[in-house]
């Protein structure tokens, strides 16, 4: 969190010299104390944190890809002029923890076309703008990259 914050710091300063990125460390140390005493963060987790780091970055990149693939289809469809058939997708994962379940619901709401309508345990029900889309929903490549993040699977 701590470079997070440096980095964050910098680019809104929009050049970086030595007084900034002193600054910057200054400001991130503190947002760092902030979070140790209010926040329950430690420096555990912070060593997590940038381990996982280029795993989330790949993650984003990914599902970035999909959200482009979803916008040209929907597209597509809807420049195409055919009738739309919207449908509910039931959908189990095969995650096993509770984040990484949210993360998947919410990478099917960012990809345009399909929303989440709710998240149950090990369950998801999915709204698609098209049955086609419902039918390829299951999407175990999403999963398993989920999985990855924190070095399983």
Not at 72 to 90: D, F, N
Request: net charge positive.
């Amino acid at each position: 969190m701590s470079v997070i914050l440096w980095l964050f710091f910098v680019l809104l300063n929009g050049k970086l010299n030595v007084e900034i990125a002193l600054l910057g460390a200054a400001v991130a140390a503190l947002g760092m104390a902030f979070a140790c005493m209010a926040l329950d963060w430690n420096w555990a987790r912070e060593r997590r944190l940038l381990t996982l780091l280029p795993r989330l970055l790949g993650y984003g990149a990914y599902l970035f890809g999909q959200i482009v693939l979803a916008n040209l289809a929907t597209l597509r469809r809807v420049y195409s002029r055919r009738k739309v058939e919207p449908a509910i997708a039931e959908v189990d994962t095969a995650l096993e923890r509770r984040w990484q379940r949210v993360l998947l619901a919410n990478s099917i709401t960012l990809t345009p076309g399909t929303i989440t309508l709710e998240l149950s345990g090990d369950h998801l029900t999915v709204h698609c703008l098209d049955r086609g889309d419902a039918d390829g929903l299951p999407d175990k490549n999403m999963e398993r990259r989920i999985e990855r993040l924190e070095g399983r699977g």
